[in-house]
Every structure is written in C-alpha cells, then in structure tokens.
C-alpha cells in the first residue's frame, strides 16, 4: 500500500466539515433536552432544530414547513414515493409511477416494492446513452392515472444532471406530482424548488460535508402525503421518531456552509475533474466516458474499460493508494456489472470495466497527475489477468 493515500470517492460520502462538527458538538452533552419536551431543556433543543430549518428552507426557498428531517437520503426518497402511493391507495385512485432505470436503489427499490406489494403500474422511462431523458419521453409516459414522477437531478453512477425544471413542467401538466432525488446535486448545484418547480426534493448531509445518517425532505405545501412509517407528531407527522439534534444541526450548518461557498468549490472540481477526463481519455486505450460530457456533475468522472473487471480495477488503484469506485457504493464487491451502466446499452465486455472518481475540496491537481499516470497501467495488469481468466 502506498504512503500518500489519494480519495477519489466523494460521490459515496465525504468527510465532515471541522466547523460543521464544531456546531453539532454541543448538541450531544450540553444541550441535550428531548425537543418534544415542555420544559426549557427541550425548548433549548427544539429552537435548535427550528432555527436549522429556517436555515434550510433559506437555501431551497421555501417555508419553513415544507422542510421535513429524516435519518437519511435513502429514507427521504420512501417518504416521496410511498407518501403520494399511500395516500392515492387510501383514496383508491391514481396509481401510476415514472421512474427511470438509472436511478438510485432508494427510488428504484422502493418504486420495485410498491409494484410487487400494491401492485402499483411502473413505468422506466427509456434513457439516452448518456443518462438523459427528455421531457418529451416523459409527456409520451405520462398516464391519466400517474400519481408521481421521481426522477434524479444528478446520477451517482454516471454523473449526468437531468433538466428537473422542464421535465418537472411537464408532469405538472398532467397534473402529477414530481420528485427529485437530488442527493448528489447539493453543494454543486443550484437548489431553488421554485426555480426547480418540484414537489419534493431529497437531500443527504454526507455528500456535502455534512455528517452521514441525516437528510431532509422538501414536501411542497398542500402535498398529499401519508407517512412511511407510523408513530408520533414529529416532523409535521412524516418523520416520526425522536429528533438527533446535533445531525439536525450538522445538516443546516453544512448546508449552509456547501452553499456560500458553492461556487469557489466548483471552479475547483470542475477544473479537476476536466484534467482526469481529458488526462484519462487521453492516456487509455478502448475507454469511453459514461453520462453525459455537457451535462455532469461538476466533481463526478467516469468511464467504462473494454475487458477489464472493475472490481479488480478498484483493488488494483487501492494497492496504489488510489480510492474509487465501480459505480455506487452499494455495488462494490458484487461481480455483476451495474444495471445503470447496462442501462445505458453497454455491452457486457464494457459494463464490467466502470469506474467512478469524484473529486472533493481537497483534491489537489497533482493527485489528479498521479493517477492519469498511475491507471494505464493498472488497467493493463487487469486485462491481462482478464484474458488469463478467459484462455
Ligand atoms: C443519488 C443518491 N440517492 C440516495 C442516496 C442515499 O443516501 P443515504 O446514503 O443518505 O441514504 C445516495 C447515496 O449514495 C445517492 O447517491
């Protein structure tokens, strides 16, 4: 293992601020009063959790109440998708959902389970091979019965940002509810939901220096939402559960943080992430960029290697210091190519061979030299045991 270790795996979570940790630290032993409590310890914490929703509701431009804490990203795309299903069943009407292929498990098990248990008409929308999806292929899905649209505003695995304002336009016209998971967008991207026009959007701490573990909803006043899960009054009754305050404040404060400095920070990645795709495409043979070039993620690099196993890929750089990923974390290990680069019409011979770097504030160009350096090799020592495995 080398000395000087280099991480290249943002997309999959990124260290916590110092100052984000410096707000959230007297949440844990000095202010600790359970925020649904009368007296003034829990009013202590419960004007924290307040004051961190204000914070939010800042940043994304809407109330105050339309601004729900969950435990994490995963957990705020149930809320957006089982809410409108749970809420039209109990109604016993509107059960269609749009979803697409290249989304995240969080969307794309939950919208699986729904049709498996409920029996609730899916639809994944075909994608381009870049990851885009036009409005128009939306409004040519779009059903009279479609309860809800959830489509990513940035993907993980390929990095391709999709027009969320138009395609959520389009959903409005048939007078369905949109959601967007926009967990990889935050601290890149700009987060207005006004701008956006969506009716829900999810966010995780962890992708914008923030601590892992806590997310937030954004439900847009006048939705129609049951709850996931069942239990008391918190968080408007779509979350309950007793609040952790210190995440709660750590989400506002990194936030808060990811957004004053958004566009420092993209200038950063994007010259970075410029210099490995052009170093990368440049120095390896039988490569191809996935996602889109134009419309990316500012920190997000990807690609897929002709004969050349990623897993073995991911060993190969860790063994040089070098962390990455073959797509989202969920998949490392599993030795079947992703379903979201197969999605993108991939032959098996490319799929197996992808790989993720996703630059950070940290990340230094000479980090970036060091691996379009380092990987021509290392890709050739994995071919060469991947034609060794096949003679
Ligand atoms: C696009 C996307 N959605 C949802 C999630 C899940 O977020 P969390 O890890 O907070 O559950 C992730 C995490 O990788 C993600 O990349």
Same mark, same amino acid.
């Given at each position: 293992m080398s000395e000087h270790r280099i991480y290249l795996d943002h997309s999959a979570t990124t260290p916590v601020d110092e100052r984000v940790v410096e707000a959230? =630290?007297?949440?844990?032993? $000095?202010?600790? !009063?359970?925020? &649904?409590?009368?007296?003034?310890?829990?009013?202590?914490?419960? @004007?924290?959790?307040?004051?961190?929703?204000?914070?939010?509701?800042?940043?994304?431009?809407?109330?105050?109440?339309?601004?729900i804490f969950t435990g994490c990203?995963?957990?705020?795309?149930?809320?957006?998708?089982?809410?409108?299903?749970?809420?039209?069943?109990?109604?016993?009407?509107?059960?269609?959902?749009?979803?697409?292929?290249?989304?995240?498990?969080?969307?794309?098990?939950?919208?699986?389970?729904?049709?498996?248990?409920?029996?609730?008409?899916? =639809?994944?929308?075909?994608? $381009?091979?870049? !990851?885009?999806? &036009?409005?128009?292929?939306?409004?040519?899905?779009?059903?009279? @019965?479609?309860?809800?649209?959830s489509l990513m505003t940035a993907n993980n695995e390929i990095g391709t940002v999709l027009p969320i304002s138009e395609l959520a336009a389009v959903a409005h016209e048939n007078g369905t509810l949109f959601h967007t998971d926009a967990v990889?967008?935050?601290?890149?991207?700009?987060?207005?939901?006004?701008?956006?026009?969506?009716?829900?959007?999810?966010?995780?701490?962890?992708?914008?220096?923030?601590?892992?573990?806590?997310?937030?909803?954004?439900?847009?006043?006048?939705?129609n939402l049951l709850p996931?899960?069942?239990?008391?009054s918190h968080e408007f009754g779509?979350?309950?559960?007793?609040?952790n305050v210190p995440l709660i404040v750590g989400f506002a404060k990194a936030l808060e943080l990811a957004e004053a400095e958004r566009e420092q920070h993209v200038d950063h990645f994007t010259s970075l992430r410029d210099r490995l795709i052009d170093g990368i495409l440049t120095a390896v043979s039988d490569v191809q960029l996935t996602g889109s070039h134009d419309h990316r993620?500012?920190?997000?690099?990807?690609?897929?290697?002709?004969?050349?196993?990623?897993?073995?890929?991911?060993?190969h750089l860790d063994r040089k210091g070098i962390a990455a990923s073959s797509g989202s974390a969920c998949h490392t290990g599993n030795p079947e190519p992703s379903d979201v680069i197969l999605a993108l019409g991939n032959d098996?011979?490319?799929?197996?061979?992808s790989l993720r770097l996703t630059v950070g504030r940290h990340t230094t160009h000479e980090e970036i030299d060091f691996v379009v350096k380092t990987l021509p090799g290392v890709v050739e020592k994995v071919r060469q045991l991947n034609a060794a495995i096949q003679a």
């Open positions: 959230m =630290t007297p949440y844990y032993h $000095q202010i600790y !009063g359970n925020p &649904s409590s009368t007296h003034s310890f829990g009013r202590d914490t419960e @004007d924290a959790i307040e004051t961190a929703r204000e914070t939010v509701a800042q940043i994304l431009n809407c109330k105050p109440g339309e601004v990203g995963t957990e705020s795309d149930n809320i957006a998708i089982r809410g409108p299903v749970y809420a039209a069943l109990q109604g016993g009407k509107h059960l269609h959902v749009i979803s697409s292929p290249l989304e995240h498990p969080a969307v794309g098990q939950t919208v699986q389970q729904l049709n498996a248990v409920f029996n609730v008409k899916t =639809t994944l929308l075909p994608v $381009q091979a870049d !990851g885009s999806i &036009s409005p128009e292929t939306l409004r040519q899905h779009l059903q009279p @019965d479609t309860t809800v649209v990889q967008a935050a601290g890149q991207l700009p987060l207005d939901v006004q701008d956006l026009g969506v009716d829900m959007l999810s966010l995780s701490a962890h992708k914008f220096y923030g601590p892992k573990g806590v997310g937030v909803l954004y439900v847009r006043e006048g939705t996931s899960h069942t239990g008391g779509l979350r309950p559960g007793t609040h993620l500012p920190s997000h690099a990807s690609f897929v290697f002709k004969n050349a196993d990623g897993n073995n890929l991911l060993m098996r011979d490319w799929a197996l061979g």
